[in-house]
């Protein structure tokens, strides 16, 4: 398959919002897509480069060599060639990876530099593998989208999925199904403002701790024991205190799902960059292990004895759980039959009080009756924790690709400094609705003060509101720290820049945890 094509699908779906028509598309871009192109061609309009980070900053990308006249390049060679760019290291490597691309860029069209660039700086976001892929893929195959959706959540993956369908039709979807040893994606929460509303939705519910650590899938299938990050990364040698935890477990087969935290002298949660550095920690696991022990808390069991739980109702797979794991190893929870008796709603409130005086993110609440949707984030997990906003100042902007194009998107956010400038924090494009994209684009430019055809950077006068889930440490900016998840709420036209947050207000939300 041509690279074009898949840039042409790309910007079809970006132009358009019904799901019929990106249903349509995405299903004649399956019936043309040879089986071993696929995973390329969906990773590609997912936004998503399989390399990875290339390593090349905006210099290597700016000075691109003249575009092809007509197009030539297929997505093999487009992935071939980025590999070649993610596998150069040593002396001389930005260089190498220079030439490298100049020569994959020389070979594209005007249109495919543009979207290959996106794909680079990350700016490719188009959420081109929801439901939409599912139903198309369904589409061109003949299969019943139920099928593909379940196959695929068996499989972690549309691109396994999508493969086998095209080489051997809907009869291939058979051969998905929950392998202890192969991971699936985890079932997903999506959010609730108060933990009222969400047993408002729910109706008899469980509410457990939301902890701030590394979800984690285990599976152990006799001695041998695995474990899998959210991602679907194997860490299995980086945590032998879990290794150690699921061989002590009394079941010779199951699947677990849960988190990885590391815990201070007084059982409270250590900030989630010691838990991620510790898990990402590749060098002398023994000594990272005994320098920062991490600790398993489980809330779900998928497996277990050889038997599929995925379809049994929540309160089905708890029991099973709580016969699996001991206390110490399982969520802290608390069950409300009946969310409208003001005792056991006064006391999901209290447990929701309490959790965040444990020094946890809040709580999800679970619909008793929910099935484990893998992969999917549905309205029967519903997670509640407090929303902390910093108003901020727009420092610079990014130029968008993909459905953002000719848009100033990704966000540079700063605060203010004892000396009044404004310090870095870090970046954002979430949160941004359309109008709000199209506003900010126009006020921007209407600020800017230079522009490398990348980034336009901005007198420092407007500010913005951001939502965020916590600040951590980051060498990458100057005041050391960075702002996690953090999202656009609105401008504030109110307020002057020298009115913005301090510096120091977010040392004090760092240090206050």
């Not at 959420?127 to 589409?139: T, Y």
């Not at 292990?289 to 991490?294: G, I």
């Not at 009080?353 to 484990?372: C, I, N, T, W």
Request: aromatic residues 6%; charged residues 25%; glycine residues 8%.
């Amino acid at each position: 398959m041509l690279f074009a094509e898949v840039a042409r699908v790309s910007r079809e779906i970006a132009r358009t919002s019904a799901r019929s028509r990106k249903t349509a598309l995405l299903a004649g871009f399956f019936r043309a897509t040879e089986p071993e192109d696929v995973p390329i061609a969906i990773a590609y309009l997912a936004g998503r480069m399989p390399q990875g980070r290339l390593g090349v900053g905006w210099s290597v990308l700016r000075d691109r060599a003249a575009p092809a006249d007509r197009p030539s390049l297929t997505v093999r060679e487009v992935d071939a060639g980025l590999t070649a760019v993610a596998e150069v290291s040593g002396t001389g490597a930005q260089a190498a990876r220079r030439a490298l691309l100049q020569d994959l860029f020389a070979r594209a069209t005007a249109d495919e530099q543009h979207y290959l660039l996106g794909l680079i700086t990350g700016e490719v976001r188009q959420g081109a593998l929801d439901a939409a892929a599912v139903e198309g893929l369904a589409a061109a195959t003949g299969a019943a989208p139920a099928d593909v959706r379940r196959a695929v959540m068996l499989a972690g993956a549309l691109e396994p999925v999508a493969r086998a369908l095209l080489a051997r039709g809907p009869g291939s979807l058979g051969e998905f199904s929950l392998t202890v040893g192969r991971p699936l994606l985890p079932m997903l929460a999506s959010t609730a403002a108060s933990v009222a509303q969400a047993l408002a939705k729910l109706g008899p519910c469980a509410v457990e701790e939301k902890l701030d650590g590394i979800r984690v899938q285990v599976h152990r299938h006799g001695l041998g024991v695995r474990i899998f990050t959210r991602t679907l990364d194997d860490v299995t040698v980086r945590l032998p205190e879990i290794v150690a935890a699921a061989e002590g477990l009394p079941a010779r087969e199951f699947v677990l799902d849960g988190e990885v935290i590391a815990l201070d002298p007084t059982g409270r949660p250590r900030p989630f960059q010691e838990t991620a550095g510790r898990v990402a920690s590749r060098v002398d696991v023994a000594a990272a292990a005994r320098a920062l022990p991490v600790h398993a808390v489980f809330f779900d069991v998928l497996s277990v004895g050889g038997r599929d739980l995925l379809d049994e109702p929540y309160t089905r797979r708890h029991a099973a759980l709580e016969e699996l794991v001991p206390a110490e190893l399982r969520v802290r929870g608390a069950l409300v039959s009946d969310p409208a008796d003001p005792d056991q709603a006064r006391a999901a409130e209290e447990f929701w009080s309490q959790a965040l005086d444990r020094g946890h993110e809040g709580v999800v609440v679970k619909a008793a009756g929910s099935p484990y949707a893998a992969g999917r984030r549905g309205t029967s997990w519903l997670k509640v924790k407090p929303v902390h906003t910093l108003d901020l100042v727009v420092l610079a902007a990014e130029r968008g690709h993909g459905r953002r194009t000719g848009k100033l998107s990704n966000l540079h956010l700063g605060a203010r400094a004892e000396d009044g400038s404004f310090v870095m924090l870090g970046k954002t494009f979430k949160g941004l609705t359309d109008a709000l994209l199209d506003w900010q684009t126009e006020r921007l430019s209407e600020l800017a003060v230079r522009d490398d055809g990348f980034t336009v950077t901005v007198r420092p006068e407007l500010v913005v509101e951001i939502a965020y889930d916590g600040v951590q440490t980051s060498p990458r900016y100057p005041a050391g720290l960075t702002l996690r998840f953090a999202r656009v709420i609105r401008y504030r036209e109110d307020k002057t820049a020298d009115q913005a947050d301090t510096v120091a207000a977010v040392r004090a939300a760092h240090a206050a945890g």
